[in-house]
């Protein structure tokens, strides 16, 4: 099992920066992939950036390229979000997705872990 808590969240006024810590404990020997998806009120849940542990695949929603950097720390199983420039649209609740776990003990990457979320809410 894995457990992900996610941090960092709030109220910030257009324009301005937030930034999203999300760490995973547990058995996390597998995890193979981390990243941020948000859900705004009546939406349905878009990826927002993801990076693979290795770092070599970085990829994020064209809605916040140039805006938001994802980075991890493998050593403490770490993956932040910095947003920079964020837009009222960006107000969403965000949830950190760790991608890679045991099934009958082997590793797959058809296991997922889910953060509880985290709100964020960019005024005008």
């Known amino acids: 099992q894995v457990h992900v808590v996610e941090s960092g969240g709030g109220l910030v006024q257009a324009g301005g920066s937030l930034r999203l810590s999300c760490t995973a404990s547990?058995?996390?020997?597998?995890?193979?992939?981390m990243g941020w998806y948000r859900q705004a009120l009546g939406k349905e849940r878009e990826l927002v950036a993801t990076?693979?542990?290795?770092?070599?695949?970085?990829r994020y929603s064209d809605s916040v390229k140039d805006r938001f950097t994802i980075s991890r720390n493998n050593a403490q199983n770490t993956v932040t979000l910095q947003m920079d420039s964020l837009k009222t649209e960006d107000t969403a609740t965000y949830y950190c997705?760790?991608?890679?776990?045991?099934?009958?003990?082997?590793?797959?990457?058809?296991?997922?872990?889910w953060g509880q979320g985290t709100q964020v809410t960019v005024s005008s």
């Open positions: 997705e760790v991608r890679g776990g045991r099934r009958n003990f082997l590793c797959s990457n058809e296991v997922n872990y």
């Open positions: 547990g058995d996390t020997t597998c995890i193979s992939r």
């Open positions: 990076i693979t542990i290795r770092g070599r695949d970085i």
